[in-house]
């Protein structure tokens, strides 16, 4: 999320008392209600439709797994253990703070500075599969982002992109998220994923928060809900031969017969939408508000899985919501109808959130101040909550540490054994141009 006004001030632990707990109090004024059924998802009525144009792309063009993409990745970024490297994610004037960083991934220089890209969600291995394994030795990151070029709507905005990066070596590669579609001679192609993917209209998904689970690539649409991708379904372009261009980066889905993705080699599609069933009245992020924005996305492993989503509210007060992942699966497919209902949510306890996880009981909550400012303390915060039993009310800060400079989505990588698992690490990602940087850290 972009944005440029420094937050509100943030209430200090010391003043909430280090063993505050999730209490019955009165919110803040600007938080929404929290009756479960105004979280609650369906699938979408275009469901059937993206299904089965994506099984015609099938037929159509080669499909890889995500083994093949670490294998073919291009870029190569840098890797540190135990330090930042880029120390502008993390530079504050106050030289008391420090971010603890325990392992951290940089893009090559074009991705750094690009005004074109801003990186958003994250989500890791460790996310996917409780044994952090993708095949016999994968272990991706994976980072989305959003196009913000200058460029009219429609197919010229080119959407969403997520990277598959290596932890271990910083080689990474980014793959093209799009949108199936019935072209006007009847044939299935593909386009970029927007707000609104009529003809000629809607701008680039923000794409603040991703959860891979599984198969699963889910991927937060604000206004929306989760629109879902599957890596069983990743096309090779550069495999297709003549049916396939990986150099024209103006162009994008099937033209003449042969496929395009901007240049880039691998495009993903949609394979169908969770929507929230609730009207959109009410204004976003005042107690008018019924409907949720979805804003960033986690999961927590510690007991039943659930997937997490939230609001981003500028200088205002957020909710925070769940649902049993399973719940969304039938079969190891995606439902194609029905509804998937939350089972938790909660007011966020501070402002200007762009990233939450949880983990036996606990919620870890990023908080950013936009811009760098000469002389001001711009370090993002990590809040921890105290432990929460109840499946509404309040979240209360027990403990904060600093995050890096505009700091993002939130995953968490447990440590452990799978079906033992302790805390570990938080990873997250820093949006700002030439200060970008995922990272891994630990919650103190």
């Known amino acids: 999320m972009t944005w440029r006004r420094r937050a509100l001030s943030f209430v200090s632990t010391s003043a909430l008392g280090v063993t505050a707990l999730v209490g019955l109090h009165t919110p803040a004024a ?8 105004n979280f609650r998802l369906e699938v979408a009525s275009n469901a059937a439709y993206l299904k089965s144009n994506v099984a015609r792309l099938d037929a159509e063009l080669p499909n890889v797994g995500v083994g093949a993409i670490m294998a073919e990745a291009n870029r190569t970024g840098t890797v540190r253990n135990g330090a930042a490297c880029n120390p502008a994610a993390v530079t504050d004037p106050d030289s008391s703070k420090s971010v603890p960083v325990t392992k951290s991934l940089c893009f090559e220089d074009g991705d750094n500075g690009t005004a074109d890209w801003f990186p958003q969600g994250v989500t890791t291995v460790a996310d996917a599969q409780a044994d952090q394994l993708w095949g016999e030795s994968n272990q991706p990151v994976l980072v989305s982002w959003y196009f913000a070029g200058d460029a009219p709507k429609g197919n010229s905005q080119k959407g969403v992109r997520v990277t598959f990066m290596d932890p271990k070596t910083g080689r990474y590669r980014h793959v093209l998220l799009v949108h199936p579609y019935e072209n006007s001679y009847g044939n299935a192609s593909y ?10 209209e809607g701008t680039s998904l923000h794409a603040g928060g991703i959860v891979w689970y599984g198969n699963f690539l889910y991927v937060a649409d604000t206004g929306r809900g989760f629109r879902v991708f599957d890596m069983r379904h990743i096309y090779d372009l550069k495999a297709a031969g003549s ?52 804003s960033f996305a986690g999961l927590d492993r510690s007991g039943i899985d659930h997937l997490v989503a939230g609001e981003y509210c500028n200088g205002a007060i957020g909710r925070v919501f769940t649902w049993k992942i399973a719940d969304a699966v039938v079969d190891g497919e995606q439902r194609t109808s029905g509804y998937w209902n939350a089972d938790s949510a909660y007011n966020l306890p501070t402002t200007n959130v762009q990233g939450a996880t949880r983990f036996e009981g606990r919620w870890y909550v990023s908080q950013s101040h936009g811009q760098p400012v000469s002389g001001q303390d711009d370090l993002g915060e990590l809040h921890t909550t105290a432990p929460v039993t109840s499946t509404t009310g309040t979240l209360r800060v027990e403990k904060t540490q600093p995050a890096a400079i505009g700091v993002e989505d939130l995953s968490h990588w447990p440590g452990g054994a799978p079906d033992a698992p302790t805390l570990g690490t938080i990873w997250s990602v820093s949006e700002h141009r030439n200060a970008r940087m995922v990272y891994a850290t630990t919650p103190r």
């Open 30 to 37: 600007s938080a929404a209600p929290l009756d479960l059924s």
């Open 191 to 200: 386009t970029s994923v927007r707000t609104d993917q009529t003809a000629g």
């Open 243 to 294: 049916k396939g261009n990986v150099t024209d980066k103006s162009k994008v889905g099937r033209i003449n017969g042969v496929f395009y993705g901007y240049g880039y080699r691998y495009v993903m599609p949609e394979v169908t939408v969770w929507r929230h069933s609730v009207p959109d009245s009410g204004t976003p992020c005042t107690s008018s508000a019924v409907a949720p924005k979805f």
